[in-house]
Structure formats: C-alpha cells, structure tokens
C-alpha cells in the first residue's frame, strides 16, 4: 500500500547536526515531502545559518528547494551562537564553498504561513533550532495554525542540559518564544536530549558514510568536526545527531518513545533559564500539552540515518 509523504517545513540554524537532519529529509521523499527550509539564529548568526542551509541543499544538487532567512535574535534576548560546538561558519569541518544561491525575499514567517495555508494537506512544522520563527508564527499568523498537523521539535531534556546544567540549547537560546510553542494547544512533540543521547553515530557506521559517495563523505567530515565536543565534554565515544532525530520520527513513527505530559519553560530564572520543566511523575495535576520523549530504538534511527544518506550517493 502506498502512502502520501508527509509535508514538512524544515525550520533549523545549520549547525552540524540540522544539516544531516535536511539530508536525512532529502533522502527520504517516500516519506516527507519538504516544502521549504527556514531559518532562525542560533547555532551561528541568521547571515550564517541562512549560508549554510543553502550550501547544503547545493552540496547535494537541491537548490530548487526553497531556503526562506527568518529571526535575526531571540523575542526579547540577545543571540548567543554556539561557537564552541559548531565553529565561526556553524558548519567547520569540511570544505564547502560559499552559497551561490540566495535565500527568498521574503520573512520565514511570512512564507510558512502561505504554505501552510496553500497546502491541500496539514504540514509538519520541524523546528531544531530556537523557536523564535514558530513563536512568531503564532503571534502574526494565527489563522494559520489551524493548517499545522503538528510540531515535531528538537529541543528541551527531563533530566539535563547541555549549554547550561539546567537547560538546552534551543529552549535556553528563546524560552519566550519556546513557551508560546508549548502553551500553544497544538499538536506538540519534543526530542529532547534524553533520547538524542541515547542515539550516538558511532566511528564505524562514520566510516560507511564516508565510502558512500559525496553526502555520505559530507556527514563523516562533519563528524570529524562536530565529534570532538562531545568527546571532550561527554567522553562519548560516539556522538549524537540532535535534530536529525525529529526528522527520523516523521519518517519512522514510534522511533522515539513518548509520554503525554506537561512541560513547561523556565522564563524567569537565570540560574534555570530555559529548563523544560517536564511533569514526569504527574504531580503539578496541570493537563499535558505535549508528547515528551522519553525512550528510542537508537539502532533504528542510526541504520536508517546511515542508509538514507548513503543512498544520496
């Protein structure tokens, strides 16, 4: 039997691991049809971040997808790119040429909001970066949201943090506008650090990809570059890829484990700033408002990464 793809909008700030999300969604068409990719500051600045989507999709000869540039900073505080994890560019390690091509002229928001509502179809929002685009979305484009099928983001953790002990990066980098998603009533689903720790890319499955042509060869080099923090940080011998976990999720449903809980985000407290604040146990009596991950079949999601973008040759 034959089934529809599924209509995503990819909203990321590439950054290694957003990058291999876009492959992963690239090399699986039966699955997800990509509408377009958006993109927010974060990792690097939006200048940056918007290069990078673009080098990417031309890296692998996509550049009829569309790249649309969005926030420049967070709703009410500064950008603080991640330098430490991603390099000046968000995309050190290997060797790509400059962006030839040149995002829309038009704002990410703007553009969602249209292609949420020209679709025949209710779309999948993909954010993996901070969630200023989709926090504005829903301030400027409410009418849009009845279009949304759901929100499968990269974000958040139950349990730890990676920028701060308490909270990780996207949700720390806008928890205003991480609030709004989560208080939305929409359709939530969070990856957070619980699972994508779970998932590591180890060095042989690497070493596959970096014999299985020019996107394969792409993801080790990133690897190479992207392996050494956590390395350093974590001792792993592997390393996670964050947000090509969500993706993994649309395509193989029940890859990631879920419970339905209420999370909420931490916007006062700068020692707890951006902490997902995850009613695990049930305690608080507030009716959930997401899907929480909070278990994943690390072998799948690793044989399928390394498969599909293996088959991009």
């Known amino acids: 039997m034959t089934t529809t793809p599924t209509p995503i909008i990819l909203d990321c700030d590439p950054g290694h691991d957003d990058a291999i999300a876009l492959l992963l969604a690239l090399a699986s068409p039966e699955e997800v049809e990509l509408l377009g990719v958006t993109t927010v500051a974060g990792n690097q600045t939006l200048a940056k971040t918007t290069a990078n989507a673009l080098r990417v999709l031309e890296h692998v000869?996509?550049?009829?997808?569309?790249?649309?540039?969005?926030?420049?900073?967070?709703?009410?505080?500064?950008?603080?790119?991640?330098?430490?994890?991603?390099?000046e560019t968000g995309l050190d390690g290997p060797d790509l040429p400059p962006a030839r091509g040149r995002p829309l002229e038009l704002h990410a928001v703007d553009f969602i909001a249209e292609r949420l509502q020209a679709s025949d179809r209710p779309v999948t929002l993909v954010p993996v970066g901070p969630l200023t685009n989709i926090g504005l979305l829903l301030a400027r484009h409410p009418e849009a949201a009845s279009s949304i099928d759901r929100?499968?983001?990269?974000?958040?953790?139950?349990?730890?943090?990676?920028?701060t002990p308490a909270a990780e990066f996207n949700i720390w980098a806008d928890p205003e506008a991480a609030q709004r998603v989560f208080t939305s009533g929409l359709d939530v689903t969070m990856?957070?650090?619980?699972?994508?720790?779970?998932?590591?890319?180890?060095?042989?499955?690497?070493?596959?990809?970096?014999?299985?042509?020019?996107?394969?060869?792409?993801?080790?080099?990133?690897?190479?570059?992207?392996?050494?923090?956590?390395?350093?940080?974590?001792?792993?011998?592997?390393?996670?890829?964050?947000?090509?976990?969500?993706?993994?999720?649309?395509?193989?449903?029940?890859?990631?484990?879920?419970?339905?809980?209420?999370?909420?985000?931490?916007?006062?407290?700068e020692l707890c700033r951006g902490r997902t604040v995850v009613d695990l146990w049930r305690r608080t009596g507030k009716e959930p408002n997401a899907n929480v991950g909070v278990g994943i079949d690390a072998d799948a999601f690793v044989d399928l990464l390394v498969e599909r973008v293996s088959s991009l040759g």
């Open 61 to 87: 000869g996509r550049e009829e997808i569309p790249v649309v540039a969005g926030a420049d900073r967070p709703l009410v505080r500064a950008q603080h790119a991640a330098v430490e994890v991603h390099g």
């Open 151 to 163: 929100i499968v983001l990269m974000g958040g953790a139950i349990a730890e943090g990676n920028v």
């Open 191 to 269: 990856v957070g650090l619980d699972v994508t720790h779970r998932a590591l890319l180890m060095p042989d499955r690497v070493e596959e990809l970096r014999g299985a042509g020019r996107a394969g060869r792409f993801v080790a080099e990133l690897f190479d570059f992207f392996h050494r923090f956590h390395e350093q940080i974590y001792g792993f011998e592997g390393s996670p890829i964050h947000d090509a976990v969500a993706v993994a999720e649309i395509i193989r449903p029940g890859t990631v484990e879920t419970k339905r809980r209420h999370v909420e985000v931490d916007c006062a407290s």
